[in-house]
Every structure is written in C-alpha cells, then in structure tokens.
C-alpha cells in the first residue's frame, strides 16, 4: 500500500498527487435556523426559542414549553475562481446549489429539565471544476457531507443558571475526484512519462473516490443570567474523528491521442498509440484497477463565548466570539489497496 496527502487549499480538497501541503480553509456552516441568521448568527447567551439552542448552545431549550418543532432549509450557492499567476488563465467554479437542512424539537419534561433532538448540518460542502482546470491533478471536485443527529438533555440548576448538552452522532460521505499526470507517472523502473518528453499536463487516469463513515461527539452550553440586563454564555462543540474504510476508488482511463515514434522504450512498433500500451495497468488486479482506499477524516472543535446586553426595554445588544480548531484539518491521508 501506499499513503497519500490530500490538501485543502482555497476551499479545494486536493488528490493525490506529491507528498507536499497547503493551509487549510474552513468548510464550516453556520445557518441553522432563520431566527439566529437574522441576529447574524449570534445569541449565544440568548438562545432563540424555536428549539435552534439544539445546535447553539443546548442550554436554551429549558423554557420550551410543551414542545416546540421546527425546521428549514439553507440556500447556499458557492462562487469562484482560480487564476494562475504565471499565464494569467482565469478558471471558474462549476455552478453548483447546495440546500442544508436542519430540523429542531424541544420540550419541557417538568421540574426544571428539558429534552430535544437536532438534525443539522454543520460541516461539508463541495467545490468543482472543471476537467481542464489547470490543478486538475490535485482535485477538480471535492465534496463532504457531515449530517449530525444530535438527542439533547438540559436542566435549570438555580434561576439563574442554565446548563445543557447532547451526544452528536454524524454520519458522513466524501467523494474526491481528480486526474493523474501521465508526465511525473513512473513507466518503467526509473522511467516517468517526463524522460520519455511526453508533455507536462498530460491526462491519462481519472480517479474517483467514494467512502461513507460515522462519527461521535458531543455539545455542552451554559447560561448565566448574571444581571437582570446582563446574560453570559458558552457553548463547545467537540471535535470528531470520522474513520472511511472500504471507500472505492474508480480508475478510468482517458485518451492521452499520443502515437510512439519507433525504437521507443516499450519496444513496440512505431504508429502504436500510448494508449494501447497503458491499457495494461487498468486491466483487474493491476495497478490503476478498481480498489479500496481508506482515510481519517477530522472535523474541528468549536467554542462561542457570548454576552447579550439588555441596553433599553427595547435594544437587546448581541455579541458572540467564535474560535474553530481548523488546524484540525489540513489534510487529508488516503491509502489504497494498490497504488
């Protein structure tokens, strides 16, 4: 087996392709309910009330009353472009339109204890390009699909003091495409498609991967009301290891249209296409066949500290400070059963 490095890098995740790394750029997804888009994504301290707190900080469901449901789709249609710095080649994002789901339920069970289950979505996202796109060969679409389904418990421990906290179970798909360059391939023992002066930039191999794996963590709160105008909250967040084992990676071949002059080194016929002799490496239980690959996949741990500020009878002030783990991912390590 050998292990490989994908990267993410300008919102891409990268492919496999040399053992070198990019900073990492964050995935993450915060809209998770109307009310708290509309504070712009505050209120940590002063969760709102149709069951979101689920997902914000848990500690706001107690108060819920005999049962609050909701739920909501988020819009989200990602823009962008990569210029190459050294032809000035400008190259778009494919249009793609994601719709991110959330679902809330929470309700009082009596004596100061509330309870709720939240479904949402607060990792993934997908970027594609084009097959042309000039670093095709590090990744041309990259998508992560992180779905937690998290039961929530939470409890008033004085008038005051609010606490809350749930076990998030995630299930997760990643499928990562990219091309491979046949000019840094080795052909032979010693021999890349390179030192044969075949082209930089030569497609040959397509690459397709696609694993599912699931995960665990969890998702504490607390508020404080610690003035009657003043209330204080945290909320964290953990972070999650998913494990995808037995992904399938689909090689195809692509046509490079290359045609061997005589005496080349694979001692064929001058006129044979290149094609014909790399179809051997596709064919089963060869190199580039059909196979299993596997990687570990680390969703990031949050933490929001935030404090609501009741000004007047009618200004409510707002602030959150968010800090994710990002370091977290940087990469990517696939292992295949055979390349």
């Known amino acids: 087996m050998r292990r490989f490095l994908v990267w993410m890098a300008a919102g891409v995740l990268a492919g496999a392709a040399a053992p070198a790394g990019l900073a990492a750029q964050g995935y993450g997804i915060y809209e998770h309910g109307t009310c708290m888009m509309g504070r712009a994504g505050t209120g940590t301290a002063s ?39 050294a032809t000035a080649t400008t190259t778009t994002l494919n249009d793609l339109k994601f719709y991110i789901p959330h679902l809330y339920y929470a309700r009082d069970l009596g004596g100061g204890y509330s309870a709720g289950l939240g479904v949402f979505a607060p990792y993934g996202l997908t970027t594609e390009w084009g097959n042309d796109f000039e670093g095709r060969f590090l990744g041309y679409r990259s998508e992560i699909q992180g779905i ?20 998030d179970f995630s299930i997760v798909k990643v499928n990562l495409r990219q091309r491979v360059d046949l000019f840094s391939t080795t052909l032979a023992p010693g021999l890349t498609g390179g030192n044969l002066g ?78 014909a002799v790399l179809a051997g490496r596709f064919l089963p239980d060869s190199l580039l066949d059909d196979q299993t690959g596997s990687t570990k996949l ?42």
Do not use: M
């Not at 397709?208 to 794996?213: A, I, P, T, W």
């Not at 929001?304 to 977290?328: E, P, S």
């Open 148 to 167: 937690y389904i998290q039961p929530t418990f939470a409890a008033r421990l004085a008038p005051d003091l609010k606490i809350g906290g749930g076990i």
């Open 298 to 339: 680390t969703f990031p741990d949050q933490f929001v500290f935030g404090v609501t500020v009741k000004a007047t009878d009618r200004l409510n002030i707002l602030t959150d400070i968010q800090w994710v783990h990002w370091k977290k991912f940087e990469t990517l390590a696939l292992q295949f059963e055979r390349l």
């Open 198 to 275: 075949i082209p930089e930039g030569t497609d040959f191999a397509d690459v397709n991967l696609e694993g599912h794996g699931t995960g665990i963590g969890f998702n504490l709160g607390v508020v404080w009301q610690a003035h009657p105008r003043v209330a204080l909250g945290a909320r964290y967040l953990s972070q999650q290891e998913i494990y995808i084992n037995k992904a399938t990676a689909t090689v195809n071949q692509v046509s490079t249209g290359i045609i061997l002059d005589p005496g080349n080194p694979f001692g064929v016929p001058g006129g044979t296409p290149l094609d």
């Open 47 to 85: 969760p709102c009330q149709d069951g979101s707190a689920i997902f914000f900080n848990p500690a706001g469901i107690v108060g819920s009353g005999r049962g609050v449901l909701s739920a909501g789709v988020t819009y989200i249609g990602p823009t962008g472009s990569f210029t190459d710095d």
